[in-house]
């Protein structure tokens, strides 16, 4: 647990994103893993699929978002593997499809309604 609070700070640290950004990522993930029940979040891979829910809501709700470059580098993966979990094929569901690429979210929704 202690890894990946130091995980979030670290991508906090050099790739600032906003309070929205976080909410939405927290959304998408509870979304997959508990309402839909597409994905399974373990210790293995909450790193990676944090960093993925949170680049992808930054690109949803940013007006300018950091270099993919950048934000792979932060979070300790390829520039290709963050591209992967995103949107094309992998051993985990890319973001961009599992959600439809229906990255909009509602007060109701929020409230768990």
Sequence with gaps: MEANWFASFR???????????????????HRLAVTERII????????????????????????????????????GLTELELSRLEVSESNQPPLFFLRDFILSLHFLGLCGK
């Design 11 to 29: 991508i906090h640290r050099f790739c600032p994103l906003s309070t929205a950004v976080y909410l939405a990522a927290s959304v998408y993930l």
């Design 40 to 75: 399974s979040i373990t210790r293995l891979n909450v790193h990676r699929l944090l960093l993925a829910a949170l680049r992808v809501a930054s690109k949803g709700l940013e007006d300018l978002s950091h270099p993919h470059k950048r934000f792979a580098k932060v979070g």
